[in-house]
């Protein structure tokens, strides 16, 4: 917590190493002792607090309830899907023992928990009465990274939210795969700031015992594309595994359709990476923890107690707006290391008090994006304010599509997917016959996979970008985190 | 969910299946397949989140901050304190292998976290100025249970908070400690309605590696005590194990201080246990998600449109006005029907509305704890249900305290002692002469032990109850949970 010091590189140098320094010299987050796994700091809490917050209202708001289910599960349960088996067992953490006693059976720390919710869903489903059954789950999951260690990208352990819902039919589970999706947008588009392209993941990329994956992909400044938040309709395969059955308005039994959704921690990570600048974070108003910084500037020591409590009485008025203020009137620092501090944190809004605002009753105003001054009057400080934190959301918004914009680029043939993918990165949109094969080669030549397949098709203007046969559907391919 | 019966034995004459009955009727929670664990039911998680917002929103204005550290610690770590070590390692769910790789190192799946967190706190720690370090953590913890599980009093997982603060000297961690169990008093009595006696654990019963450990402690209908919630100080033995240091404002370095404290969902069933009937569970109005049910009472089908929509409109008052209120509008249910659904959720109000209520501008209240009916003019509705809400509130309290009145028997004699342990069990007052001998050999012949060491001393009024020796304190024996 002592010695913040600043950025030493910058972005467009080293991206990598800027990234590092920023999440862990603004005390977002630090690497745990024990590899593979990161320490969420207080204040990297305090934005997820933030997420949660969004999404938690607006999910209960839709009919869903939190609950909680154990974090071991046993092997048996994990085969009983098999494709969803096979694809997470390489990734598991394996309990082997309890004390001094070997277990009979070894217990997987959850990678996700569809297999244990099941369960007890086979349980407690007994008629249409109890459908849909709307339950989200708050927690965290391990999957083993043997690659390096990224804060928030790549960790052994996340918080995550997982939801894990019940339907009659693949009707209204399509529309509940849907309304999650657009719950995400609202989230990664409207509160993070960041724009994202919506769309289907082809049966290679899905979620594995899914019957199909929707998706939100996001460009990061390394033209890598970051995966954002996933909805599935997983059909009935964990409900037949699992015997989730009803009893219908027919008189007959059914099996029971699945969705199952999830954000994780990695959204602040994308903040970090797509908003951040040479000086540190830049946290979009609507999820900042401290939107406003006071920064009483005292004039040689003289009338220092006058500026600081003008500073508090402001700082009350402007809380009681709603706004989320912090006074720092810290003693011991001085106001040029005060705002270095606050830059580096991201915070919006920097309001300076000093000697010649207070003559003049004004509030001298400094935006952390964009480095602008203004003054306003102390009598609208609320207002302009307020005006200027919507400013900054919508600023940061509109700047992160044009780069999306600009990084979206047309593959006609592959040596053009070749090149795009290589040497500008971003988004590349080619036409796709269909097939696994070419999808298969384009990875492997390229790194690139099919990111998303837009949910309205878009019009097809070549041959396969891969095989030169006759496509089906325009896509986007990128490489990703 | 479907098919909710009512509960088949009275509580007086079998209190754990009472317990268990109750538990899972009224959607608390439910048995795992896995087991020695639990799954916390939309309906459980619902109280939990009233319990945390009360505790978070204190803890957050005394200065606290969450965040978030590795579910999976190092062997090693926990064998840094050797106490410590030594009092978990017998429960501790080991880590072997992830994927197909056995793991060069065994990780236990973090059964309290204090090592980890020490372990980063070391890092972070530099001077004066960054004490005190104020964290919570909201999180599960694994401890593996071999006796018959016990939904939120004895599982294998469990949710709680952990905090953990680093102070400078041991006057600031006494002064951390005693805030917390106040804080911790004040969610028990006045949110739980629980009376709770408060004071030390002797050394033998303290938490292994502290350096003196405080409770709350609670009585069960069953003359069994209940721990609620412990604050520890811990001295300087982690911090010396750890390499916790700071560089003083002598220019000195020392090693810092630490306390650590936490309850858990522990407390949920505590509630039930001791505010629960024989028609199901009873909630404290300030911890009840719902705390307020409307059931209309259509009359042969007629009007029922409009008794309706008097309902809506009074469900939309009250909830304007801060009640958490549901309008149980179900068609497919009858009024009787809900009426036991909602008394076994135990909901602290229901308010009726048919013809007759309708015609004199009235509502009916039922009280949940006392079955009293009373009607109120509609006019008054949200006055009147929140001074019932009160009432219903202090009323518990009120009823719990007198249930631990009579619970405390004093004991001068070892005879009186066994007697009173083993015939009525309750909180035994004796006074002892310090030794862990004889506390020893109260536990091995009784089954009692020492539960409390009262904060102020009370008056020494025999020998030792055990050996006749000189006593040194008045103290609280009891069997316990």
Chains 1, 2 share one sequence.
Not at 130 to 155: C, G
Not at 312 to 323: D, F, H, T, V
Request: glycine share 6%.
């Amino acid at each position: 917590m002592s010695k913040e010091i600043g950025i030493t590189v910058s972005k467009k140098d080293d991206l990598s190493e800027w990234y590092t320094q920023v999440v862990t010299k603004s005390g977002l987050a630090d690497y745990a002792s024990v590899k593979g796994f990161m320490v969420l700091m207080p204040y990297g809490y305090s934005i997820w607090e933030k997420i949660k917050e969004f999404l938690d209202k607006r999910l209960k708001t839709m009919g869903h309830s939190n609950a909680y289910f154990p974090l071991l599960i046993p092997e048996s349960f994990l085969r009983r899907e098999a494709e969803h088996f096979s694809g997470f067992t390489p990734e598991v953490f394996w309990v082997t023992s309890a004390g001094n006693d070997k277990l009979a059976e070894r217990l997987a720390v959850r990678p996700t928990s569809e297999t244990v919710i099941y369960d007890s869903y086979a349980k407690w489903i007994r008629s249409w009465r109890d459908l849909p059954l709307l339950i989200n789950v708050w927690n965290s999951v391990l999957r083993a990274e043997i690659k390096m260690t990224k804060p928030f990208m790549r960790t052994s352990e996340f918080l995550w939210q997982e939801g894990h819902t019940v339907h009659a039919d693949k009707e209204d589970t399509d529309a509940e795969v849907m309304r999650i999706l657009e719950l995400y947008r609202q989230l990664i588009e409207e509160q993070l700031a960041i724009p994202a392209l919506a769309g289907y993941k082809t049966d290679r990329e899905k979620f594995v015992g899914a019957l199909y994956t929707t998706t939100l992909e996001s460009m990061m400044p390394d033209g890598k594309a970051l995966q954002m938040g996933t909805s599935h309709n997983l059909g009935q395969n964990f409900s037949k595994a699992f015997e989730i059955k009803y009893l219908g308005k027919d008189e007959q039994t059914h099996y029971a359709w699945n969705a199952s959704w999830g954000v994780s921690w990695r959204l602040i990570g994308a903040v970090v990476m797509l908003h951040g600048d040479d000086r540190g974070l830049v946290i979009p108003p609507r999820i900042a923890p401290v939107q406003v910084v006071i920064v009483p500037i005292p004039y040689k020591n003289a009338g220092g107690a006058d500026i600081v409590s003008r500073c508090r009485s402001l700082a009350e008025k402007l809380q009681e707006a709603g706004i989320n203020v912090f006074l720092d009137d810290r003693a011991h620092y001085t106001p040029g290391w005060k705002f270095n501090d606050w830059e580096q944190k991201g915070v919006p809004v920097r309001i300076e008090i000093g000697p010649r605002d207070i003559s003049r009753q004004q509030i001298t105003m400094v935006r952390r994006d964009t480095s602008e001054r203004s003054v306003a009057p102390e009598t609208d400080a609320i207002n302009e304010t307020k005006m200027l934190l919507d400013a900054i959301q919508s600023s940061l918004f509109e700047k992160a599509s044009r780069s999306l914009r600009q990084a979206i680029h047309d593959a006609r043939t592959y040596q053009e997917l070749k090149q795009a993918i290589e040497t500008e990165g971003g988004f590349v949109r080619g036409c796709w016959c269909g097939e696994t094969a070419c999808e298969d080669q384009i990875k492997d030549e390229t790194g690139a996979t099919i990111r998303v397949v837009p949910i309205q098709d878009e019009q097809v203007f070549s041959g396969c970008v891969c095989c030169g046969k006759a496509a089906k559907k325009a896509v986007y391919f990128a490489r990703a985190y």
